[in-house]
């Protein structure tokens, strides 16, 4: 099987100086002066690690799975900590500067797994895995999720959970235009970009009255300085993925990232089949999701979208991204990982705690208390493809497979620096959206920009 995921290859001479000056002398001890396990010293007693996550339901969950550890493992004690999703990564930082870092965490905020990396936050898990015999397989995962978050053969993450980009459609508007349904199998190469385009297009009812337009399509792919590889464009060098995330050489202005920019846009004003980004606003008022109002007949994006189904007035089916060119990048994976940083005076506990999270059964339990986490244990995947009330659990697990054959990891995981790129697509972009600037000039825009950018942080 031909996979697509992208991995860093750091090559150590090119690392970036830390950012973060870690602690050589917090010794081994924890806050009660008991010592850890974890250093292979036998313990007096229990220690206590911390877990960090956003403090939202679908990632607090964690708080309900833990006397269950707790009881099967009474030398250790497990403590969560949360943030709001906007002040995950400063207090996350101002912990690690004060010598107060959690034990386990990912990355849940706006930095990846690149920045972790590369400010050499992250404790390398391959010695404790080998001593405790790990195997992928026995957590059903499959080794080519495992290595997203391999440097060099070490390991550095282990992954928990497997989302993807999946299409999701509102079958009550398929329905009234008498249209089939678009198909969940990746396989199936009629199901292509024009073709959703023209699906679109007869779903779509153009109105001044907000009350009566509908749009065919939404097409979230991504984050904006990755929507180019769905068409199989080339805007990062091949060494971005060798040397920490950091690019020698971007592509934005290149005739074929204009020319993808441009098809999407395109979808807004020339074919008129997606919503204008006032239309959205105003409808996403309301429903939090242009999607939720039951005017949009098809939108792509991640995963999590399922977890809302039953907030829809309306019956949804999930299908396949369609084709847009690219043999190999049709879905973004958003595989999360699980980290134990560098500072943790008990890993092996750590580690423990994070094997308890990916076995099967904790797995399962998790996908009903968080109301639809995907999980990466492949022995969890049925109740998840069955947890979806009116959604065909076949048509679910027909995407997961094809998504993950032909997937390729969120470029936010993987590129340095990413916040600050992140944040100025979106500056930037927005006069295309609009419709206020041309593509062209934009997208030469940004290149300026991204340049000074890069410069400037990756010296």
Known sequence: MKQAKKKLRLLPGLILVLVFVLSACGGNSNSSGKESSGTGEKSSGPVTITYYTIDSPDRTY??????????????????????????????????????????????????????????????????????????????GIQDELMDIYKVDGKTYGIPFSNYVTVLLYNKDMFDHAG????????????WTFDKMVEVADKLTVRDDDIEKSAYGVNFGWGELDMRPAYFGVKVYSDDTWTNGGKPSETHFDSPEAIDAYQQLIDLIWDKE?????AWSKSV?????????SGKVGMTVGGSWSLASQDQFNFKIGVAAVPYGGNDEERSVLYVDPLFVLKD??????????????????????????????????????????????????????????????YGVESYN?????????????????AAAENNTKPVPEVMQGIQKKLDKLLERVNK
């Open 284 to 292: 996403a008022g309301q429903f939090g999701d242009p999607f939720l």
């Open 273 to 277: 089949v997606s919503p204008t980004p």
């Open 179 to 190: 249209l089939p349904y678009p198909p969940s199998d990746y396989e199936d190469k009629s």
């Open 413 to 429: 995981h993987l590129v340095a620096n990413y916040s600050q790129i992140n944040e100025l697509f979106i500056n930037e972009f």
């Open 62 to 139: 964690v708080e309900k799975l833990i006397p269950d550890f707790e009881s099967a493992h009474p030398n250790i004690k497990v403590k969560v900590e949360k943030a709001p999703y906007e002040q995950f990564d400063s207090k996350l930082q101002a912990n690690i500067a004060a010598k107060n870092a959690p034990d386990i965490t990912s990355h849940f905020g706006y930095g990846g797994f690149a920045e972790y990396y590369n400010k050499d936050l992250l404790t390398d898990l391959t010695d404790i895995m080998n001593e405790d015999g790990f195997k992928p397989s026995d957590f």
């Open 344 to 405: 943790s005076k008990h890993p092996k506990e750590a580690y423990e705690f994070i094997k308890f999270l990916i076995s099967k059964d904790v797995q399962e339990k998790s996908i009903e208390l968080s109301g639809g986490t995907p999980p990466i244990n492949d022995q969890a995947k049925d109740k998840y493809y069955n947890s979806f009330e009116g959604v065909d659990p076949e048509a679910i697990k027909n995407v997961y497979d094809g998504a993950n054959k």
